[in-house]
C-alpha cells in the first residue's frame, strides 16, 4: 500500500424539484474543468415527488501516471467533508444520520423552512422548532455556514441549487477557483439571475454566514393619537406591562370590529379577571384570555369578512404576493360559500331562530345561497361587500352575536371561577381552539362547550385533563379520539 | 414524452474506439449494448432503470441507423418474452426491468427462456431495487437466478467494469447457452463516471438482414424435451459457463499482504469494501489492498476452483453479500466442506442479514472481521469503540432533542397534481359514508395512502388492485372500491382485474386515474396516450382527435363492463356525485369510473414554453393562480388536510394576536383550481381566491381595470381617513 492521497466526500440534501441534479452537474463540471476527477450518485426513486434527496460525490485529482481512484457510492458517516443541505431541517436530518462529523465536516445549509405535511397539516401550529437544530448544528459542525438563501434566490428570480453554488464556492471547501465556479453557471436560461444569487452567497458565505439578529425590542405602549386612544390608552396602562401589547392591538381591533363600547365593554371584562390573577409568569392568565376573548369578540361573521375583503391594504399585497407589475390588470374571484346559518345570524334574535326553524325558507334560501365565486375587484360586488359590511352596525342586536356571547361568557365566566390558576390557565389555552368558518367552527365551539361541561360535571377534575382534552379536541375532523378521551375521564 | 430528455446525452452513444466516454451508468450501460452488437432492446420502466429506458427511447435515431430493434413493451412478460428471439438464432438480445417486482412478473416467460436455453446472447438487466431509495418489498433477484438457472453478473460498480461486464456477458450467454442477469443497483445506474469507448457494432441479423426460419424442436418446452433440457442445464450449460467465466477471468482477485485473510464481495459492494479498507489504513485509494479480494463479478454460479485456491490456507475469509437468505455464503459453505477446505468463513453472523452495506456497516463488518484473527494482529487506523462512535456524533440527549423537530418527508403528490382532486373527493365522500376499505395499487395515486389523505388499505402489485379487492368484496359494508392507475390498467389491470371482475358478476367500484402517462415512473407514454399528449378533460383542453390512440373506455366495454363514467378530477362536485352514484345504484356488475387530468408534470413541460412564446408575442394571456387572504384565514389548516398540495403551505401569521400559522400558498403554484373547489364543496373558508394576472391586456382591459383602480382608489382614501380615526 502507498499513501496517495483521500477522495473529498460531499454529500448534497436537497428536497425533490430543487434542483440538487442541476448543482451535481455543476459541481462535476467545475472539478473537471479544474483537472479533478468527480463521481456522483443519487437516489431518485420517488424521491423527486416531495420527497427528500440525497446526492453524493468524490472528488481526486487527476494523475496521468497513476491508476483510476476506487470512489465509493455511499456517504459514510465519519467520512464526509463537505455536507449541502437546502434547508435547515434537511441539514438536521443529515446531522441525525451521522452524516455531521465534530472533526471533519464543514456544513452549509440555508437555514429558511419547508415545511413537512405533518407540520402544515397540524391543526395548531405543528412547526419543528429551527432554533432547536441551527443550535445542534452548530455544536456538532466542524464549520456551520447558514443563512437564508430562499430570500437570496427569491429576490433574484432564480432557484436555490444557484444560492448553494455560491456558498460552496465562498466557503473555499472544494479546491476549485471562483472563476471556475463562475464559468460552470454561466451558460443555460436564467444565467444573469444564477450568477447574481451565485455572488451574493459567495459573499454570504466567505463572510462566514448569518449574523446573530438582535432580539427585537420590548413593547411599548403608545401615547394615545386620538379621542378614542384617549379613552382607551390610560386604561390599557392600567394593566401589567407585559399584556399592554395584546390588549393595544385587541382594543384597536375591536373598535375597527364593532365601536368603541365594544372595546371599553372588553376591557372591563378583563379587569374583572386581572383582580383575581396572581400574576404568575407575567400575568399570563391575563394576557392569554385577553388574546382569545378578543379574537373570539371579533368572530369572523359576513360583515366581517366583507370589512375585511375591503380592507384598503389588501391590493397591493395581493399585487405583491403575485408579482404583477404595478399597471398589471388583474381579477381577484373568491369562493365563497353562504349557508342559511350564516344569513340567520345576521337576523334579529328572533327571526333567526324562526328561519333556522322552518324548513321552507331554509329551502327557499338554498336556492340563491351555496358556493359562490365572486370577482371582488369589480365595482358591483365591492358595492355589495360594503353594504354588507355596514350591517355590522345591528350586529350586537343580532341572532348570531346572541348565541356567540353566550359561548363567549360562558367560557370566560369558566376561566374567570377557577380558584386554582393552573386550572384557570388551561382553560383560558382552550381559547385557541376557536377557529374556522361553518362547520370547522361548529365543530371547535361545540368541543370547547363540552371540555367546560366536563369541568362544570366535575369529569375533567385538573389543569392536566382539561389540557389533554384540549389536545385531543385538536387533532382534527374525526371525533373519535375527543369523544373517547372524554368518555376515558367519565 | 418522458420527465427527462437525454436526446442530447445520447449523442454520446456514437462516440467510437478510443474516445473517452463521460456519463452515467445507464448510458454507460447502452453504450455496451450497441458496442456488443445487439438487436434488439426491449423493457419497462421503474427505478432504478426507468432512465435506461427513457435513453433507449430517446436513442432510436441511432438504434435504427444500426438496425436496432426497440420495444416499450407492454409489461416486464412483454420483455422477457422478447428474448425468445434468442432461443433459436444467434440474436443478440437485452431487456430491462425494475427488480425483484418486474422479474416477478416476468418469472414465467424467464423460466420457459432459461428452460429452452439461448443460442444468442440474451440479457436482462436489472435494477436491484434495494435498501434506501428503494421504492418495493425487499427481495433479492439471486434466487430466481438459482431456480431457473440464469447467471447473475453484478459488477464492479465504476463504469469501465459496467461496461466490459456487458460485453463478456453476451459472451458468457452464447459460451452456456444460458440467459444472463445483469443486476444494477440503485447507486450504481445514477454513478457518473468515465470510460474508453469502442465503436459500436451492427447486428448480424436485422430488419437489413433477416434469418432464415428454422425450427429445434428440442428447444420448445414441451415434455419430451424439458427432461432433456433440465440435463442438459447441470451436464453442459453450467460446465461451459464455469469454464468460461475462469478462463474469461471474469472474476478477480487482488492480492495483499496479510494472506491469512481474505475477503469475497460481490462485485457491486467493491468499492465500500476498499473505502472501509482505506479508513482502516489497510488500501490506498486505488484499490491497493492488504487484504486479499475475490470479487464476485459474476455472482451466480459460484466457481469452486477459483474459490478453493482463493481460500486454501487461509485463517478466515469474510463473505459479503447484501439482503437474505444468504444464498452465496451458503454455497461457498458447500463447496469449501465438499472439499475439506477448514478455512473459517465469516458472512451473517457479524454482518447484518437485512439491508444495505453501506459505509459504515462495511466498516463495522471488516474490522469486527480483522480482529477476528488469532493468527496475525493488524494493524487497524480505528478502534472497534471508535468505528461503533461513527454510527453519530451525538449525545443521546440531543438525539431525542433533534428527533423532536425533523418532520418526516413522505413522497407526495406534485404540485397540481389531477390525482389531489379525486383523493380530496373520496376523503369528503368518506367524511359523509364512514370509513373506506380501499384496494390500492402501484403509481403516483399509492401517495393517497400517506397524509394527508390516508386512504388505501393494501397494495399488492401492479394493476392488481381490482383483483386483490374480489376475496374482500362479499364482507365489506361498502361496495368494493379498487383504485387503479392507467399505466397499471395496460399493464396487467385489464385482464387480471377488470375482464377477471366482470366474468365474476363483481358488483364494486374501480376507479381508473387516467392521467395519460406512466407519470410514478418519470412519465413515458403509455398506450391510451399518443401526441400531441393531450388529455380529455384537463383544464385547458378540447378532447383531440388522435389516431392510434387506444381507449382504456373501449377496452373496458370490450371487457364486458356496462356502468363506464369519466369525470374530470377537477370537478370535485361532479366526481363525489359520481362515485356516491357508483356506490349506491342498485345496477350490477363492475362499475367503473375513469377519473381524468393530464399529469401536472407533463403539463407544465408542454403548456409553460406554449405560454411564455404568447407572452413574449403579445398575445393577451391569463395566468391564474391562487392566493390565501391572511386576514380571514383563522389557521385550522382544514385545507391541507384535504389537499397536501406542496404549494399550499403555511408561514407565520402576521396578525399580532394570533399564534398559529395561516394557510399560504407560494409561487409554484400552477393555478389548478382544486383549493377553489375543496373551499366550496368541503364549505371550508372564504379566505380562498384566484388572481387571474393579465399579460399583454387588450385595450379593453385597460379601461375596465382603470374604471375599477379609480373606484377602488376614491373608496380607499375614504376608508383610510376613517381608519385613522378609529387607531387609538
Known amino acids: 500500500m502507498t ?66 481512484p476506487v ?35 464543514t456544513l452549509i445549509s440555508s437555514d429558511h ?49 444557484a444560492a448553494l453554488l455560491g456558498a460552496i464556492a465562498g466557503a473555499q471547501v472544494l479546491p476549485f477557483t471562483k472563476e471556475v465556479f463562475v464559468e460552470v453557471i454561466a451558460g443555460g436560461k436564467g444565467a444573469d439571475a444564477n450568477r447574481k444569487a451565485f455572488e451574493e452567497c459567495y459573499q454570504a458565505a466567505a463572510g462566514g454566514g448569518a449574523k446573530l439578529v438582535e432580539p427585537a425590542a420590548g413593547f411599548v405602549l403608545p401615547s394615545p393619537t386620538t379621542a378614542i386612544g384617549r379613552v382607551l390608552i390610560p386604561r390599557i396602562a392600567g394593566f401589567p ?208 362547550m363540552a371540555i367546560i361541561d366536563a369541568v362544570e360535571t366535575g369529569i375533567a377534575a385538573d389543569a392536566a385533563a382539561v389540557r389533554r382534552l384540549n389536545e385531543t379536541a385538536m387533532i382534527g375532523e374525526e371525533s373519535a379520539p375527543f369523544d373517547e378521551a372524554i368518555a376515558a375521564l367519565g | 414524452m418522458a420527465e427527462r430528455s437525454f436526446k442530447e446525452e445520447v449523442k454520446k452513444l456514437r462516440a467510437g474506439d478510443g474516445d473517452l466516454f463521460k456519463g452515467e451508468g445507464i448510458l454507460a450501460i447502452t453504450k455496451a449494448l450497441l458496442q456488443s452488437g445487439v438487436s434488439y432492446v426491449g423493457g419497462y420502466q421503474g427505478s432504478p432503470i426507468s432512465h435506461l429506458m427513457d435513453v433507449l427511447n430517446d436513442a432510436q435515431d441511432i438504434l435504427g441507423e444500426l438496425g436496432v430493434h426497440f420495444e416499450a413493451s407492454g409489461s416486464e412478460a412483454t420483455a422477457a418474452a422478447m428474448l425468445s428471439a434468442s ?217 469452486p476452483d477459483e474459490l478453493v485456491e482463493f481460500c486454501v490456507g487461509k485463517e478466515q475469509v469474510l463473505v459479503l453479500e447484501e439482503g437474505q437468505p444468504e444464498y452465496i455464503e451458503q454455497g461457498i459453505q458447500t463447496i469449501l466442506r465438499r472439499r475439506d477446505v477448514q478455512t473459517r ?114 397494495i399488492m402489485g401492479y394493476g392488481l388492485s381490482l383483483a386483490s379487492s374480489s376475496g374482500m368484496r362479499h364482507a365489506l359494508p361498502h361496495k368494493a372500491i379498487s383504485i387503479m392507475g392507467d399505466g397499471g390498467f395496460w399493464h396487467n389491470g385489464l385482464t387480471s382485474g377488470v375482464t377477471s371482475a366482470v366474468f365474476n358478476g363483481h358488483d364494486g367500484l374501480l376507479i381508473i386515474v387516467d392521467n395519460g402517462y406512466s407519470a410514478a415512473t418519470g412519465g413515458q407514454d403509455i398506450p391510451s396516450l399518443v401526441e400531441p399528449n393531450l388529455i380529455a378533460s384537463t383544464l385547458d383542453a378540447e378532447r383531440p382527435k388522435r389516431e392510434q390512440w387506444q381507449s382504456i373506455e373501449d377496452a373496458c366495454r370490450g371487457a364486458g363492463v356496462q356502468w363506464i363514467r369519466t369525470v374530470s378530477t377537477y370537478n370535485i362536485e361532479s366526481m363525489k356525485r359520481t362515485l356516491r352514484e357508483a356506490l349506491t345504484t342498485d345496477t350490477a356488475g363492475l362499475k367503473v369510473v375513469i377519473a381524468e387530468g393530464e399529469c401536472m408534470l407533463n403539463r407544465q413541460r408542454r403548456v409553460k414554453p406554449l405560454i411564455r412564446k404568447a407572452i413574449d408575442e403579445g398575445q393577451r394571456v391569463e395566468r391564474a393562480r391562487f392566493y390565501v387572504d391572511p386576514a380571514t384565514c383563522t389557521g385550522d389548516h382544514g385545507c391541507i388536510r384535504l389537499s397536501g398540495c406542496p404549494s399550499l403551505t403555511i408561514k407565520e401569521n402576521p396578525d399580532p394576536l394570533r399564534i398559529d400559522p395561516v394557510s399560504y400558498v407560494d409561487n409554484s403554484c400552477v393555478g389548478c383550481g382544486v383549493c377553489g373547489e375543496n373551499a366550496h364543496t368541503a364549505v371550508l373558508c372564504p379566505s380562498f381566491s384566484r388572481i387571474d394576472v393579465i399579460h399583454n391586456p387588450s385595450r379593453a382591459d385597460r379601461v375596465l381595470q382603470r374604471a375599477r383602480d379609480r373606484f377602488r382608489a376614491w373608496w380607499r382614501r375614504r376608508d383610510e381617513r376613517r381608519q385613522q380615526a378609529l387607531t387609538l
Not at chain 1, 405535511?117 to 432554533?131: H, L, Q
Request: charged fraction near 20%; aromatic fraction near 8%; charge should be neutral.
Open chain 1, 241 to 448: 406591562s407585559s399584556c399592554h401589547e395584546v390588549l393595544f392591538h385587541a382594543a384597536q381591533r375591536l373598535v375597527a370590529y364593532q365601536d368603541v363600547h365594544y372595546a371599553t365593554d372588553y376591557l372591563t371584562q378583563l379587569e374583572q379577571l386581572l383582580a383575581r390573577d396572581e400574576g404568575t409568569d407575567d400575568y399570563y392568565l391575563t394576557r392569554e384570555t385577553a388574546r382569545w376573548l378578543a379574537l373570539w369578540l371579533a368572530y369572523e361573521d359576513i360583515p366581517r369578512v366583507a370589512q375585511l375583503k375591503l380592507r384598503p391594504e389588501r391590493e397591493s399585497s395581493i399585487r405583491a404576493e403575485v408579482r404583477a407589475g404595478v399597471d398589471q390588470p388583474l381579477q381577484v374571484t373568491e369562493f365563497f360559500h353562504p349557508r342559511v346559518e350564516e344569513v340567520a345570524a345576521l337576523l334579529p334574535k328572533s327571526l333567526g331562530e324562526r328561519l333556522l326553524a322552518s324548513a321552507t325558507a331554509r329551502r327557499a334560501l338554498g336556492y340563491v345561497l351555496g358556493p359562490r365565486k365572486l370577482r371582488t375587484d369589480t365595482i358591483l360586488v365591492q358595492l355589495v361587500l360594503r353594504g354588507l359590511a355596514s350591517l355590522r352596525r345591528w350586529r350586537r342586536g343580532s341572532f348570531g352575536y346572541a348565541e356567540e356571547r353566550a359561548m363567549i361568557d360562558r367560557w370566560f365566566d369558566a376561566v374567570c371561577s377557577q380558584t386554582n390558576t393552573d386550572m384557570a390557565r388551561a382553560l383560558a389555552d382552550c381559547g385557541r381552539m376557536v377557529k374556522g368558518y361553518g362547520a370547522t367552527r361548529y365543530r371547535t365551539t361545540s368541543r370547547l
Open chain 1, 113 to 161: 423552512r419547508v415545511y413537512g405535511i405533518t407540520e402544515k397539516s397540524a391543526t395548531t401550529d405543528g412547526t419543528a422548532d429551527p432554533v432547536v437544530i441551527t443550535e445542534l448544528c452548530s455544536r456538532y459542525a466542524q464549520r456551520f455556514i447558514h443563512f437564508d438563501m430562499l430570500e437570496v434566490v427569491q429576490r433574484c428570480g432564480t432557484v436555490i441549487s
Open chain 1, 71 to 105: 470512489m465509493s457510492l455511499f456517504p459514510a458517516q465519519g467520512d464526509i467533508d463537505i455536507a449541502v443541505t437546502s434547508e435547515i431541517a434537511e441539514a438536521g436530518r443529515m446531522l441525525s444520520r451521522g452524516f455531521i462529523s465534530p472533526d471533519k465536516t
Open chain 2, 87 to 303: 432461443i433459436n438464432y444467434p440474436l443478440r438480445g437485452a431487456v430491462t426491468w425494475k427488480s425483484t417486482v418486474g422479474t416477478n412478473v416476468a418469472s414465467d416467460a424467464l423460466s420457459n427462456l432459461a428452460s429452452a436455453g439461448v443460442t444468442g446472447g440474451a440479457m436482462v438487466i436489472v435494477g436491484e431495487d434495494y435498501g434506501e431509495g428503494a421504492s418495493i418489498m425487499q427481495e433479492r433477484s439471486y434466487a430466481f437466478a438459482m431456480k431457473a438457472q440464469m447467471w447473475l453478473l453484478d459488477p464492479r460498480p465504476n463504469l469501465t467494469s459496467i461496461v466490459d461486464m456487458v460485453e463478456k456477458g453476451f459472451a458468457l450467454s452464447e459460451a452456456s447457452n444460458t440467459p444472463i442477469f445483469y443486476m444494477m443497483r440503485i447507486r450504481g445506474c445514477h454513478v457518473t463516471g468515465e470510460f474508453l469507448a469502442r465503436d459500436n457494432v451492427a447486428p448480424r441479423y436485422s430488419n437489413r438482414s433477416p434469418v432464415s426460419p428454422q425450427r429445434e424442436p428440442e428447444k420448445i418446452i414441451l415434455p419430451p424435451y424439458v427432461y432433456a433440457q433440465e440435463r442438459e442445464k447441470i451436464a453442459q450449460r453450467l460446465p461451459a459457463a464455469i469454464d468460461f467465466i475462469r478462463r474469461e477471468q471474469l472474476n478477480e482477485v487482488f492480492a495483499g499482504k496479510y494472506e491469512h485473510l481474505g475477503i469475497i464481495t460481490c462485485g457491486g459492494s467493491y468499492n465500500t469494501v476498499i473505502r472501509a479498507l482505506e479508513r482502516q489504513g489497510l488500501s490506498d485509494v486505488y484499490g491497493n489492498a492488504d487484504i486479499p479480494i475475490y470479487c464476485l463479478n459474476v455472482a451466480y454460479p459460484l466457481i
Open chain 2, 345 to 458: 468463513v465469516f458472512g451473517k453472523d457479524i454482518m447484518p442479514m437485512a439491508g444495505e452495506y453501506t459505509g459504515q456497516v462495511m466498516l463495522e463488518g471488516i474490522t469486527r472481521f480483522v480482529l477476528a484473527s488469532r493468527r496475525e494482529t493488524v494493524p487497524l487506523a480505528m478502534t472497534l469503540d471508535t468505528v461503533l462512535g461513527r454510527e453519530t456524533p451525538l449525545s443521546e440527549e440531543d438525539i431525542a432533542a433533534l428527533m423532536n423537530q425533523l418532520p418526516p418527508r413522505p413522497a407526495g403528490l406534485c404540485t397540481g397534481c389531477p390525482e389531489r382532486p379525486l383523493f380530496s373527493a373520496i376523503k369528503q365522500l368518506q367524511q359523509d359514508m364512514g370509513p373506506f376499505h380501499i384496494s390500492s395499487d402501484i403509481g403516483c395515486h399509492s401517495f393517497a395512502t400517506a397524509e394527508p389523505f390516508n386512504l388505501g388499505n393494501t
Open chain 1, 3 to 68: 499513501d496517495s492521497g483521500h477522495t473529498i466526500n460531499l454529500l448534497i440534501a436537497a428536497l425533490g424539484g430543487e434542483g440538487g441534479g442541476v448543482l451535481t452537474n455543476w459541481l462535476i463540471e467545475a472539478a473537471d474543468r479544474s483537472g479533478w476527477q468527480a463521481q456522483s450518485t443519487s437516489l431518485a426513486g420517488v424521491a423527486q415527488r416531495t420527497g427528500a434527496t440525497i446526492y453524493y460525490l468524490e472528488f481526486f485529482k487527476r494523475n496521468a501516471d497513476a491508476p483510476a
